[in-house]
């Protein structure tokens, strides 16, 4: 199906693991991103990616590893997963063109005890 | 850095009447405003997207406008009904990113 993905849906993982929520989409949109989304904070960007092998830190970097060696695929990683990043991690996916909005992913629940 | 703030936090309102949501920016150098909506523990829907050379986009019985120069969107929706419940977020594209406000929590009572 077209579309973007997540996986997984839900998360638990203690503190200090190393946890990567993946993302695929199937539109080869150049533009990809991750974001969090916590109560008074709204969504913030974790990072994001303009094509293939570049991407770039947004708003909350710190903690997190990201790599795309395909367009169609951006995983994200907590290296070593602390109980504030306990969120929810939507992917988003976007045309090349400043003309073009998003689209996201359904979101995945992590949970860090 | 480019502040979006979106009043109210919460609206509630009986079946059938016709609101209005509010998102205001700092930064009016933006190529494009987003509305989403998102249902509780779900990921987020697109509703309707203006370009920053537009002034509103309709969508049945959704409309926004965007006046950039004043950084101010609204979203009309019109007879409202139950099925609108849900978180309304509007986000601005500037350069590299979109910058979210925290949403209004809309409840539509039947």
């Known amino acids: 199906d077209a579309g973007i993905t997540q996986s997984p849906r839900y998360k638990i993982t203690e503190t200090g693991r190393q946890v990567t929520l993946m993302c695929h989409q199937t539109w080869s949109h150049s533009y990809m991103f991750w974001y969090r989304q916590d109560l008074g904070h709204g969504l913030r960007l974790i990072y994001y990616?303009?094509?293939?092998?570049?991407?770039d830190k947004g708003e909350v970097p710190d903690g997190y590893v990201v790599s795309r060696s395909k367009t169609e695929n951006f995983p994200l990683t907590l290296e070593s997963a602390t109980r504030s990043q306990t969120s929810v991690y939507f992917c988003?996916?976007?045309?090349?063109?400043?003309?073009?909005?998003?689209?996201f992913g359904s979101g995945t629940r992590l949970t860090v005890v | 850095k480019q502040e979006v703030t979106q009043i109210p936090a919460a609206l509630s309102v009986p079946e059938g009447e016709n609101l209005v949501l509010n998102c205001s920016f700092t930064d009016s150098a933006i190529y494009n405003l987003q509305w989403f909506r998102q249902d509780p523990g779900k990921g987020l829907t697109s509703l309707l997207l203006?370009?920053?050379?537009?002034r509103e986009q309709t969508s049945g019985r959704l409309n926004a406008s965007l006046d950039k120069s004043s950084g101010r969107s609204t979203l009309y929706i019109a007879a409202s009904q139950p099925g609108d419940s849900a978180t309304y977020l509007c986000a601005v594209k500037g350069d590299n990113d979109m910058r979210f406000g925290a949403g209004t929590r809309l409840t539509v009572k039947p």
């Open positions: 203006i370009q920053s050379s537009q």
């Open positions: 988003a996916s976007s045309e090349s063109s400043d003309i073009y909005g998003y689209t």
């Open positions: 990616s303009a094509a293939a092998d570049i991407t």
